[in-house]
């Protein structure tokens, strides 16, 4: 079965910066798009970032201009990197990866990470 990892969550002060990574089992890479979602206690579940097979990318405007999506299909790997973080910004990130195949989808998820942006 597919696993998603995250990794690189902790305790960061407003402004600090933080790299997320996630590791995929398996070579299933290629044609996923890769996400990253958060969710704090109480809020639903929210799309950060994602990544395309091809390699475009898009943000939630909460994010915009801070944080950075990319992805290493060569390590089966996607990274998020978090600049200027904010005490907002405090969640569980979760990675997902997604594919819509012409028969059906493909849809996988990771335990999550904590962040807590805090003084």
């Known amino acids: 079965q597919v696993q998603l990892v995250e990794s690189g969550g902790g305790l960061v002060q407003p402004g600090g910066s933080l790299r997320l990574s996630c590791a995929a089992s398996g070579s299933i890479f290629s044609m996923y798009a890769m996400n990253w979602y958060r969710q704090a206690p109480g809020k639903q579940r929210e799309l950060v970032a994602t990544i395309t097979s091809g390699g475009s990318t898009n943000y939630a405007d909460s994010v915009k201009g801070r944080f950075t999506i990319s992805r290493d299909n060569a390590k089966n790997t996607v990274y998020l990197q978090m600049n200027s973080l904010k005490p907002e910004d405090t969640a569980v990130y979760f990675c997902?990866?997604?594919?819509?195949?012409?028969?059906?989808?493909?849809?996988?998820w990771g335990q999550g990470t904590q962040v807590t942006v805090s003084s």
């Open positions: 997902n990866a997604y594919r819509r195949a012409l028969t059906r989808s493909y849809d996988y």
